[in-house]
């Protein structure tokens, strides 16, 4: 019997699918009326199916959906690989944009490439794509860094950073292509490490490019399996509406794991604490209460709320567990228990107040940190930030959630009996520092962050989530609020979890779509009344659910597809949170809050009809619920036949009732304030900028249009060239961003600074050297912080002249890796006796305890003569290991700023 190859059976398989989905389509279009929910170039969403070119979804039941979607990844393999080799999992080979290359073709292994040699220039694109289930070998010659190793004891890369001999872990292979990855830290785990051969110095790996699985040409289908009849029912004219509440209320019943907590995702189980919070606000503190509240405890230890995840050991370089705060807020909101009240005050409360000690910043009202849920460092930051970098950037949804569980601490504090005015002030420092420092009024949005070293320079993209979580806790005024709405980009699949995006970054965070963000900017448009943005969001969601028949956590912006993105699951529970949340939230406009149940109903005119919820649970209620219409605007509201009072279900209400709503089209407050929809674009690199003496210089990036320059955070002037001579005078930084065409900016360069004064303390000079054996140090020796040993270490320095100054320390973590677990060191600083603010120490390695770095920096001022310096173990310094809170510390660097 013979078989046809994979080539020829994708080639056969083709035909006969071209030819089927053309007959389907045709019968198909023949069946439709004229209306559709939402169309656009690619896709079209109708009440009852999905079409989009050949792929078609079909609503046959709400308990049964069809789809022969195909994924097209496979089909547009490309046979031009981009890739480079890595030390200890460390993006340190060549300067981010410099990547080797190999151009398969027929022959199964590449040439010898050598570590670090500079590579050629591209070729064209080939006009062919790659078979699937390719095996191909690397071959690597790592001869120049063994050498290193031998003969100094380390290996220096392009950047002066170092890898010791003692600390070398392996040499892997990092890209772009599937399976391989840039996420240069989870290269092992991934498969992707260089095995030495018997040649010197040559190194391989053999990977399987293009990876195929026949079973993803099958057509599929869901049909209900799980009983949910406990659950509340939703019937409406949309039948595709129906189906995928139905589905993701099954989904969200098969992540009930055995502790009564959720799930993750079918892929990922355990409950982390901003997946389950962003959850559980969209959906589950009304949905699954009890489950939420199990999930919620999951996340407690010692009394605080545990920021379980984030680069170089979570908190407090990732500092967005008090989303958790929104979320225990939303649970009593819905049941009103007094018990659940007095159990999550005092872990807000000590939670937050840890927080102002550690992340506030005094010049702006801001906090420091990561950016929410965005915590993959290079899929939302340029390379040349370290943990530390991000540790003290100011992101937009970060703060926004600060400033919102600030204001809940405040309620909270008033339904106690306590005085909650030193949160209010808090949050409303948080509010102004967003509205004077991240807006942009050029515009009409926020910025994503605030990020330097140790100056802060607005980034001028957008960031989907904070945006939206913006206009939902009421950040802008009502104008900025539509503002934001209106004119921040959409792509044609979604709204991208940022905009622009990062060249060279694959799809995840960066070039990507979340169902989860896209409910919360959703919700946000229908706060604001556009019904443009809201159609084009209900869209992506409905799209995605009926083709792929699962709630996954992604996909690619440029395709709208599943399959591209770094990593990908199904039946993950944000998403399926955000898709019940469009019935609950969106249409039905259920708002709970602690006077009871609120409707405000958003429904698209194209949505219109009647749509029922029965049997739905609220306290000590059970609720029958209809609307009748489309708009926003409430004609009549009834319960059990008589107007319902300020159109409010009472909070103590108890029994069974009949609630029915209509809504007045005829009053026009659906805006017509329009949608930005864009082409998906991607900004230009970076410039890399080296000093020369007072000389600044770049290498030209490829169509740049112009440069800007920044000083000490600000912008300084505008140039074509790609140079720029630096004036004679006191401390200064300098940074460097591209601009294209379209006038996009590129992130700014690493910071270069000019110090003219800078003075070094050798803390081996100020306490007994530690013993531990880690190499490339200064000076003789380093200390070692723990909390048993240096809790406290004081020491004077003597100040020729009185003024600002920046502290910061030179350190190495060697307890935990690079972008996860949770053993970020943190001390605090005191200078003559005030309190400065807290230095961080994050992870930089697994064991490379000889990888060095510097900590944040403190402004401080300094007096003429001695000043008392001392970094201490404080107890709001407690990470979230609770253990392990280690560093090693080189040496005190002094810096005159003015």
Not at 783 to 796: F, G, H, L, M, P
Request: glycine content about 6%; hydrophobic content about 40%.
């Amino acid at each position: 019997m013979k078989m046809l190859s994979s080539s020829a059976f994708a080639s056969a398989f083709a035909f006969y699918f071209a030819f089927a989905s053309a007959f389907t389509l045709s019968c198909n279009n023949q069946m439709k009326d004229d209306t559709a929910l939402y169309s656009s170039e690619s896709f079209t969403l109708y009440k009852d199916s999905v079409v989009q070119g050949s792929n078609i979804a079909t609503i046959l039941s709400p308990t049964h959906i069809k789809s022969n979607y195909r994924s097209p990844a496979s089909s547009t393999f490309s046979r031009l690989i981009k890739f480079k080799i890595s030390i200890n999992e460390k993006d340190n080979e060549m300067p981010p944009g410099s990547d080797h290359w190999v151009l398969i073709g027929d022959e199964r292994e590449s040439p010898i490439v050598k570590f670090g040699e500079a590579p050629q220039p591209l070729p064209d694109m080939p006009s062919t794509y790659l078979p699937v289930n390719y095996e191909y070998t690397f071959k690597v010659d790592m001869s120049s860094v063994l050498q290193q190793f031998e003969e100094k004891g380390y290996f220096e890369a392009y950047d002066g950073s170092r890898v010791a001999k003692n600390d070398f872990k392996g040499f892997y292979v990092a890209g772009a292509s599937l399976p391989l990855s840039w996420d240069f830290v989870g290269l092992d785990e991934k498969g992707l490490k260089l095995q030495p051969t018997n040649e010197a110095g040559i190194y391989t790996l053999t990977v399987k490019f293009n990876p195929y699985n026949e079973v993803g040409i099958q057509d599929k289908e869901w049909q209900l399996s799980a009983d949910i009849s406990n659950r509340a029912k939703y019937t409406s004219a949309q039948p595709i509406v129906d189906a995928l509440f139905n589905l993701s209320v099954e989904e969200a019943t098969k992540n009930i794991e055995a502790d009564s907590t959720f799930r993750t995702g079918a892929k990922w189980g355990g409950v982390w604490t901003r997946d389950i919070s962003y959850s559980i606000i969209l959906a589950f503190a009304y949905h699954e209460p009890e489950v939420a509240k199990i999930s919620l405890r999951k996340k407690v230890n010692r009394g605080r709320i545990v920021q379980d995840t984030g680069s170089g050991g979570a908190w407090p370089v990732s500092s967005d567990r008090v989303v958790w705060a929104i979320a225990a807020w939303e649970i009593y909101k819905v049941t009103g228990e007094q018990a659940w009240l007095d159990e999550i005050y005092p872990i807000i409360k000590n939670s937050l107040e840890d927080d102002y000690r550690t992340l506030h910043d005094p010049e702006t009202g801001l906090y420091a940190g990561e950016s929410s849920f965005l915590d993959w460092r290079e899929q939302t930051y340029p390379k040349w930030m370290s943990n530390m970098d991000i540790a003290v950037s100011q992101n937009l949804g970060t703060n926004v959630l600060h400033y919102r569980a600030n204001r809940i601490l405040a309620e909270m504090a008033a339904l106690k009996g306590e005085s909650g005015d030193a949160y209010t002030k808090r949050a409303d420092d948080i509010k102004a520092g967003i509205n004077q420092h991240l807006w942009m009024e050029d515009k009409g949005y926020y910025a994503q962050y605030r990020y330097g070293r140790p100056h802060l320079t607005v980034s001028p993209r957008f960031e989907a989530l904070g945006e939206a979580l913006a206009v939902l806790f009421d950040v802008p005024d009502a104008d900025r609020a539509a503002s934001i709405i209106s004119r921040s980009p959409v792509t044609e699949y979604g709204v991208t979890c940022i905009y622009p995006q990062i060249p060279g970054i694959p799809p995840y965070h960066n070039n990507a779509i979340w169902p989860f963000v896209q409910s919360y900017w959703n919700l946000a448009a229908a706060k604001t009344g556009n019904e443009q943005v809201l159609l084009h969001g209900l869209a992506s969601i409905y799209r995605a659910g009926a083709f792929f028949l699962t709630n996954y956590e992604n996909m690619v912006a440029q395709t709208g597809d599943f399959l591209g993105t770094e990593i990908n699951s199904d039946r993950m529970l944000w998403s399926m949170a955000g898709n019940l949340a469009m019935v609950y939230r969106v249409f039905m406009g259920m708002s709970f809050e602690t006077d009871g149940l609120h409707f405000h109903p958003v429904v698209p005119e194209a949505y219109g009809g009647t749509r029922s919820l029965t049997n739905f649970k609220y306290r000590q209620a059970t609720l029958d619920i209809t609307i009748k219409g489309h708009g926003n605007v409430v004609q009549k509201i009834t319960m059990d036949g008589s107007e319902l009072k300020d159109g409010i279900v009472p909070a103590n209400l108890t029994g069974n009732h009949t609630i029915e709503i209509e809504l007045n089209a005829s009053i026009k407050t659906m805006q017509e304030n329009g949608i930005n929809n864009v082409v998906n674009h991607f900004t230009l690199a970076g410039p890399r900028v080296e000093k020369d003496s007072m000389l600044l210089k770049w290498e030209a990036i490829d169509q740049a249009k112009a440069y800007h320059i920044y000083r000490n955070g600000k912008f300084l002037e505008h140039t074509t060239n790609a140079t720029y001579i630096v004036p004679a005078g006191p401390y200064a930084e300098y940074k460097i961003s591209a601009v294209d065409e379209m006038e996009y900016e590129s992130f700014t360069s690493e910071p270069v600074a000019f110090a003219p004064s800078e003075t070094i303390i050798e803390f081996e000079n100020i306490v007994p050297a530690s013993r531990l054996p880690y190499t490339n140090h200064s000076g003789l020796g380093f200390v070692e912080i723990s909390k048993a040993t240096n809790r406290s270490i004081e020491c004077k320095i003597n100040i020729e002249e009185a003024g600002d100054y920046f502290i910061d320390a030179r350190y190495s973590n060697g307890s935990g890796p690079w972008n996860t677990d949770n053993k970020c060191a943190v001390r605090s600083l005191a200078v003559n006796f005030m309190y400065a603010g807290v230095l961080i120490f994050p992870q930089r390695g697994q064991d490379e305890w000889s990888d060095w770095g510097f900590s944040n920096s403190r402004r401080v001022k300094l007096n003429a003569g001695d000043n008392l310096i001392r970094i201490t173990f404080e107890d709001w310094n407690h990470n979230m290991n609770g253990e392990v809170n280690t560093a090693m510390l080189d040496y005190l660097r002094v810096i005159r700023i003015e």
